[in-house]
């Protein structure tokens, strides 16, 4: 065998082990033994940094274990260290979303749409927090732009059911309904 093929037979066997590990944290984790979950996907992130699946599972693992502190400072941390692209910035918003860590979720979502400024996801989950923080005209539109881009389009039936929302929210809080 070649030195190319051993490598590549240990680089497919390296990412297997990754995998295992990653699933094992998984099970571990719907199994509430987070402590346990949280070693798996360290492991993982450490060899691969930009797994958002392992970095979503540490920080959940984190905080069901009462170490929200250590999982928003790992998200700060990677937020600082972050490649400037689409991808990277899209997985680390996600990871945000699911924790509800809006700040800085918010502020990635920014960096995000200064690069692609009408990515429709980007707008509505903008809007979501704007809407949370009863920041109502901001979120009607951020709303309103992804209608604009795209009436028709596949994102345009979420767009108008938050603007539906938001309104009869807003309706509410003012005691019109």
């Given at each position: 065998m070649s030195g190319l093929a051993k490598r590549r037979?240990?680089?497919?066997?390296?990412?297997?082990?990754?995998?295992?590990?990653?699933?094992?944290?998984?099970?571990?984790?719907?199994?509430d033994r987070h402590d346990e979950a949280v070693s798996r996907f360290r492991k993982v992130i450490f060899a691969e940094p930009e797994n958002a699946?392992?970095?979503?599972?540490?920080?959940?693992?984190?905080?069901?274990?009462?170490?929200?502190?250590q999982a928003t400072e790992l998200l700060d941390n990677r937020a600082?260290?972050?490649?400037?692209?689409?991808?990277?910035l899209s997985d680390l918003i996600g990871v945000c979303l699911a924790i509800e860590y809006f700040d800085l979720a918010e502020s990635l979502l920014r960096r995000l749409l200064e690069i692609e400024?009408?990515?429709?996801?980007?707008?509505?989950?903008?809007?979501?927090?704007?809407?949370?923080?009863?920041?109502?005209?901001?979120?009607?539109?951020?709303?309103?732009?992804?209608?604009?881009?795209?009436?028709?389009?596949?994102?345009?039936?979420?767009?108008?059911?938050?603007?539906?929302?938001?309104?009869?929210?807003q309706a509410q809080g003012a005691g019109e309904i």
């Open positions: 037979d240990k680089a497919s066997s390296d990412a297997e082990a990754l995998r295992r590990k990653l699933e094992q944290g998984i099970r571990l984790q719907a199994q699946a392992a970095l979503k599972g540490l920080v959940q693992s984190l905080i069901a274990t009462q170490r929200a502190a600082a260290t972050l490649a400037e692209t689409p991808a990277a400024p009408s990515d429709p996801v980007a707008l509505l989950n903008l809007a979501n927090i704007c809407e949370r923080r009863n920041e109502v005209q901001q979120a009607v539109d951020l709303v309103s732009k992804v209608i604009e881009l795209d009436p028709a389009g596949g994102r345009a039936s979420d767009a108008y059911g938050a603007l539906g929302r938001i309104l009869a929210n």
